[in-house]
């Protein structure tokens, strides 16, 4: 996996020079390197070249998708960190705190673009197939966020919603990033349909064991620990609460998710509920059930065991994480 990953970082590297420092304007460019270059697991292209390698490809043929799908990745980051108010990622300043917001929107902009331009050395049939997923991708990723917006202001949010928001904000970019690859495999249509399956669902089972970290987990690069409790977010822990708590501890559930200052007192009230339901548990089924729906689509594909096996340890590893 870390071979994967060193290919990928010395790609990066020279995209980043071709549009870095050494471009004008400065305030455009500088803060494209900037982000690019404040690391993080670069799990998305290393799915792409995994796939692309498990599939019988080449991935050096595979690594300008990879960054496409990191730089596009990145600009959701500087975007979100804007409608957010967010000071930190990655333990260091965001882009809009660093510089500004106008910076962070018309850089956002520009990385976004160039994630597309990173496509132009593929053509003919896989160049409609890489843009036809791509493009799905990148719209669903936007209604994944305004879903998201809609659902602050909203008490009655249904886990059916969350599960369809959780789904184009998170897991969809996750099975692009595999079928990218596996399209420039050329592999079949099965292991196609079957790969996008496995990322989609790794995807849920890899937010909502976010949202259980977030709650139950420990504090890590500069994200504090009950950050979507004080954000009021309508995770699974909020709403299978809500749907589950007596009418005395809902209400104050909803009165506590009305709150907007930041509280540790708020943390531990909301928390103990959670606890007091069993909801955390309820939340680790949850995320066993994606998974194992994951790794059943793998036993679909038309690949050998081992690499088969392959691609359930990463989805292992990546599910035993605990930050």
């Not at 809009?96 to 929107?105: A, F, L, P």
């Not at 690069?221 to 954000?231: H, R, Y």
């Not at 081992?306 to 599910?319: A, T, V």
Request: hydrophobic letters at 40%; aromatic letters at 10%; a negative charge.
């Amino acid at each position: 996996m870390q071979d994967y990953k060193s290919i990928f970082l010395e790609y990066l590297s020279d995209a980043i020079m071709d549009y870095g420092s050494s471009n004008e304007p400065e305030n455009l460019y500088h803060p494209i390197e900037y982000i690019l270059k404040l690391g993080g697991k670069r799990i998305r292209p290393i799915l792409t070249l995994m796939s692309c390698d498990l599939f019988g490809g080449d991935i050096h043929e595979a690594l300008p998708a990879a960054s496409t799908i990191e730089m596009f990745h990145n600009f959701t980051l500087i975007h979100d960190d804007i409608m957010d108010n967010a000071d930190l990622r990655r333990g260091s300043q965001t882009v809009h705190s660093k510089w500004n917001e106008n910076i962070g929107i018309l850089s956002g902009d520009a990385l976004m673009i160039l994630s597309y331009k990173m496509l132009e050395i593929y053509d003919g049939e896989m160049l409609k197939k890489i843009f036809s997923i791509f493009n799905q991708t990148a719209l669903q990723i936007c209604e994944g966020q305004q879903y998201d917006i809609d659902f602050e202001t909203r008490i009655d949010v249904t886990l059916e919603e969350y599960l369809k928001m959780i789904g184009y904000k998170t897991a969809v970019l996750l099975a692009c990033s595999l079928q990218m690859g596996a399209i420039i495999s050329k592999t079949n249509q099965i292991n196609l349909d079957q790969i996008y399956n496995f990322g989609f669902n790794l995807g849920i089972a890899f937010q909502l064991q976010d949202d259980y970290l977030d709650a139950f987990g420990s504090e890590n690069f500069g994200k504090k620990l009950g950050g979507d409790i004080l954000e009021n977010k309508k995770t699974f822990l909020y709403i299978k609460t809500i749907n589950l708590a007596s009418s005395i501890d809902r209400k104050e559930l909803l009165k506590l998710y009305q709150e907007k200052k930041i509280s540790e007192d708020k943390i531990v009230k909301v928390t103990s509920l959670f606890i007091k339901y069993d909801i955390p548990d309820l939340l680790l089924h949850e995320i066993e059930k994606y998974t194992l729906k994951a790794f059943e689509n793998i036993d679909k594909l038309s690949i050998s065991k081992s690499k088969k096996d392959q691609f359930i340890q990463f989805g292992k590893s990546l599910m035993l994480r605990k930050k």
